[in-house]
């Protein structure tokens, strides 16, 4: 009897201290992607691309998905990197609005968090009639700050598109790829990448407007009756000119010749 207990007490023990089954999963590749409007304020969307080593851990990993649903808190309880990268740090809750999580199963495995920045991504620092210099908050990338240096992990690319008409000033730091996508300048960081500065600035040239509406001043001078008439002479007079311009051309030619013979005597 007593052996017969002692195996079941060492079972149940084995049972207890056993680690439970570990989702087994690989994120090979996660992307930020901020689109950034002329105001400096920005919208994110962050995906996290996965991998599974079978079709049981991809079953399973959906099951949990359906489980934790749209709530964001209990993600980031399944795993930390599950969470929005940019906020503001200095608030409790990053300033983020309009948060969604989803996962999606296709030709790619993903799961995708999307959120706006309440406060603005990019700070203005120089305004003049021509355009305005603005900087970006590297505070809000706090969750790439690691032991006194900027990293973008390895497996990581961070991407900034900016409004249009946007200038990019030189130096970006870390070394980041500028590209024209349309008319759009985009600004891209993909890991490993590590720096002393996170700095990226740009201007935003304004667009000129031109005060002077040419079609609303024609229309407004000669689409009158007054306007209408004024026109009517001066095709009038630009038409006895055009009949006339021989006689006209002969009476300047002769004065020309006279006044020639003039200056000789």
Known sequence: MRKAFAGF???ILLMILAPAHAQEYEITLHEVHLQVNTEGNAKSVERFYLTF???TERALFR?????LGSDMEQWL???TKFQPNIKNPNTKTGNLSDKKISYNEGEQTYLEISYS???PLMAKRKETPTGTEFELKAVFLNNFFEFGLWVIPDKTKITIELPLDAEVRQPVEPSATV???GSKKVVQWQGYKSGNNLELKYVLWKQIALDFNLFSAISSLFFTPTGLAALAILIVILAVIFISRKKIIKKIEDFVANNSKLEED
């Open 63 to 67: 099951n949990m998905s359906i489980k």
């Open 9 to 11: 007490f060492a079972l």
């Open 53 to 55: 080593p079978n079709d």
């Open 77 to 79: 309880q399944f795993n």
């Open 179 to 181: 590209s024209q996508i």
């Open 117 to 119: 920045l309440s406060d």
